[in-house]
Structures are given as C-alpha cells and as structure tokens.
C-alpha cells in the first residue's frame, strides 16, 4: 500500500508561483507514473501533468504548458509541481497520484492506483 501527502498549496495572486509537494510512503516502486491532477468546481478531475520514474516523457495539459513544471527527488521519495505564472482558472484543488505499476495509459486520472488527499490552489485576480 502507498501513501501520499501533497503540500504546498494556499490562496496566491495571478501571475504569482506556488511548489506543490507529494511525498510518498509506504511501497516499493518500479515501473510506475506520478501525476498531478486537479478539479475545479463545477468540472471534472484533469490531468495536469505526468512523468515517468524512469528516463521517458513527461506530459502537460495544454492549459498549463510552458507554466508549470513536474520533478521528482527519488533520494526523498517525493515529487512536485512547480507552477508559474498563476491564472484565475488555476484555482482547484490539486491532486498527487501514482499509476504503478504503470498501466499503459500515460496520464489518464481512471488508471491511477494510488492518491493524496489534495491540496487546495486559489489564485486571485
């Protein structure tokens, strides 16, 4: 069983920045996916963003690209999303998961194993 705890989050003015963190605990990885994922009101769980554990892709939502950057700390078993150049339509609340092992679907929310709590984003205008 994995547990992950995302950090980071916290009201911001437009055009501002904010690290979210996901630290994860509890198994073994090997061939698996992290992602970042959100849900405004009103709206559906999105895909933010996605990378590989291992040398490959990463893939963004096309409302987010060239904004926001996915990592990861193998050393501190956690990984992040850096979020630039904050938008109104940011605001949701931000979901880790992880897709492992990985089922094929790159980052699509329904093949997700594990998830975070959430961390709550409010930009401002």
């Known amino acids: 069983q994995v547990v992950l705890v995302e950090s980071g989050g916290g009201p911001v003015q437009a055009g501002e920045s904010l690290r979210l963190s996901c630290a994860a605990s509890?198994?073994?990885?090997?061939?698996?996916?992290m992602g970042w994922f959100r849900q405004a009101p009103g709206k559906e769980r999105e895909g933010v963003s996605c990378?590989?554990?291992?040398?490959?892709?990463?893939k963004y939502a096309d409302s987010v690209k060239g904004r926001f950057t996915i990592s990861s700390d193998s050393a501190k078993n956690t990984f992040y999303l850096e979020m630039n150049s904050l938008k109104p339509e940011d605001t949701a609340l931000y979901y880790c998961?992880?897709?492992?092992?990985?089922?094929?679907?790159?980052?699509?929310?329904?093949?997700?194993?594990?998830w975070g709590q959430g961390t709550q984003v409010t930009v401002s205008s």
């Open positions: 509890g198994g073994t990885f090997s061939n698996y996916v």
């Open positions: 998961a992880v897709d492992d092992p990985y089922s094929g679907s790159f980052c699509d929310a329904r093949t997700y194993d594990y």
């Open positions: 990378i590989s554990a291992s040398i490959g892709p990463t």
